[in-house]
């Protein structure tokens, strides 16, 4: 199956993506049908604080366009915080989308996981990942959400973590675990790897790209259908 990615929101994200698929995809000994499409950061950014999610989505729409014109046979956003659309692109889009917030649950529950804390974007952490989790309790940071949201956004838009930006994702994570019960602080902002790759926080940590990697390697190698 041709895979089609909405990058470039933000562009770290975006090359995450194209490292690990590709990396599953040889790993399985398959070939692996790829287009990437730009979307605008700032742009996706801007709607996303406004709730805007009909003008997003129909940049979204333009752009799947494109995929399905270079014979893509579905679609993914590349950011979970990019999600805060999904249902109003999927209405209007002429390609399938494959959910990066969906598999989730299910991945949660079948690693025993029974409540996770979410760093993210602030949408994603205060509707707890769109409210799509069934199975499993989610948890955000309860005193600093807001600066930790609005230094996720700084890190994403620039692609890269400072020291201190680092500390404070860190710090997030240890209080859902202590304070609030947290067997697991999911990565919910996809270029959270920027803080949290090649680093030990002290506690569990999953990172949401991951899973959603997974499921697209799935669809592109055969091993699973769309329906």
């Known amino acids: 199956m041709h895979i089609g990615l909405i990058g470039g929101i933000g562009p770290a994200a975006t090359v995450v993506y194209y490292q690990r698929l590709t990396a599953l995809m040889r790993e399985r000994g398959k070939k692996l049908d790829l287009t990437i499409v730009q979307a605008s950061a700032d742009e996706l950014v801007a709607n996303n604080l406004a709730d805007n999610r009909t003008a997003q989505a129909q940049i979204y729409a333009e752009l ?3 995929l399905k014109a270079a014979g893509a046979d579905c679609a993914a956003i590349t950011s979970l915080g990019g999600h805060f659309c999904f249902a109003e692109t999927q209405a209007i889009s002429t390609l399938p989308l494959v ?3 969906t598999p989730l649950d299910d991945y949660f529950s079948g690693q025993g996981i029974g409540t996770i804390g979410l760093l993210g974007t602030g949408v994603v952490m205060r509707t707890k990942l769109y409210g799509q989790l069934e199975e ?3 948890v955000a940071p309860s ?3 807001d600066r930790v949201a609005d230094t996720y956004l700084r890190m994403a838009l620039s692609g890269q973590c400072t020291d201190e930006s680092r500390a404070l994702f860190f710090e997030a994570g240890r209080a859902m675990t202590d304070a609030h019960g947290a067997d697991a602080v999911v990565l919910a902002g996809t270029d959270l ?6 680093h030990d926080p002290g506690y569990k940590v999953i990172d949401a790209l991951d899973v959603h990697v997974a499921l697209l390697a799935d669809l592109a190698s055969g091993e699973r259908s769309l329906t």
């Open 64 to 66: 799947i366009d494109r």
């Open 136 to 138: 499993t309790r989610a």
């Open 143 to 145: 005193d600093d959400l």
């Open 193 to 198: 790897g920027l803080a949290f790759d090649g």
């Open 99 to 101: 959910s990066g917030v």
